[in-house]
């Protein structure tokens, strides 16, 4: 029965939900009350899978614990059952006063992690870093960067930790509990 109204909802929907041409933003309610806002120049959207596939000056805002995380791009596909979002292209990722910039971006909400890759740039304060990937947990508010790792300019022998709230970088990852 379920699946029956499903279908017949988006037949009726499917020509505003997936075929809009122009500017088109959208705003949904997390189970918690919270807004999550989908903004794009054009998208699709799959009902059966509560996919949203966007593309042009992408604008996604996810709300976490503590903090919006906010991810800008060129093209991406957001999951609204899954908690998840995958872009690329001149991605812009954002936490509070983080700032990621980079290729390719995959956020798994579950995790309270983002994975980005690509000509990474991360932005904090002071702090300068480029890599070719980084991950970035928003529970335990470590970034980590590797591959070709600079640390404002200077050259890593190995991977880089960062704690984002304490502001210094850790010799290796705490324990997990």
């Excluded at 009902?47 to 614990?65: A, D, F």
């Excluded at 060129?74 to 872009?87: M, P």
């Excluded at 700032?99 to 702090?127: L, P, Q, W």
Aim: glycine share 6%; hydrophobic share 35%.
């Amino acid at each position: 029965m379920k699946k029956i109204f499903l279908i017949i909802l988006s037949l009726l929907l499917i020509p505003t939900l997936c075929f809009a041409a122009e500017e088109t933003s959208s705003t949904h309610k997390t189970s918690k009350g919270k807004e999550v806002i989908i903004q794009s120049d054009t998208r699709t959207f799959d009902i059966m899978k509560g996919i949203y596939n966007l593309k042009g000056n992408v604008h996604v805002q996810i709300p976490t614990k503590e903090k919006m995380l906010t991810i800008k791009g060129d093209q991406t596909a957001v999951s609204l059952f899954k908690k998840e979002v995958h872009g690329a292209g001149n991605i812009t990722l954002i936490y509070d006063d983080l700032n990621f910039n980079c290729d390719k971006v995959d956020v798994y909400h579950k995790e309270r992690t983002a994975y980005v890759n690509g000509n990474i740039k991360f932005k904090h304060d002071k702090t300068k870093i480029t890599s070719d990937k980084a991950s970035f947990n928003w529970k335990t508010k470590l970034a980590i960067f590797e591959g070709n790792v600079l640390v404002n300019g200077k050259a890593q022998d190995k991977m880089a930790i960062y704690h984002v709230i304490q502001k210094k970088f850790l010799d290796q990852l705490p324990p997990t509990k």
